[in-house]
């Protein structure tokens, strides 16, 4: 038997998840901005304060239920840039955890992109 509770209780805990990570980016910009590949236009810190903006308004958006799909596949798109851009290299010098993390984590905001949103029924 489905539960469309216990679904909706792992979008919210996959939310935090998210969430967690854009108050991460904050919290550790100038760490995070030395990972900013050259070839990226303008200074990395934006990118950072973008990326850690963009992740928690995914949160938001899963958590309030508004606009779910739309912020899960923008999440998984920008989590696969992530990857093909930052994690790639590494992986392929034979340190495959941010790409496995990033990868997983876009493939659970598709899904949860797929599902329709939990209503309560009177």
Known sequence: MKSPLATRLAEILFSFTIGFFGVLHFMHVDEMSG?????????????????????????????????????????????????FTLHLQPALDGNPGSLLKDTALAMAAIIIGNKPSFKIKN
């Open 35 to 83: 990972m900013i590949p050259d070839y990226m236009p303008g200074d990395g810190k934006g990118w950072i304060y973008i990326t850690g903006w963009g992740l928690i308004a995914a949160a938001l958006a899963i958590i309030i239920n508004k606009l779910k799909t739309p912020a899960c596949y923008l999440l998984a798109v920008m989590l696969l840039i992530f990857v």
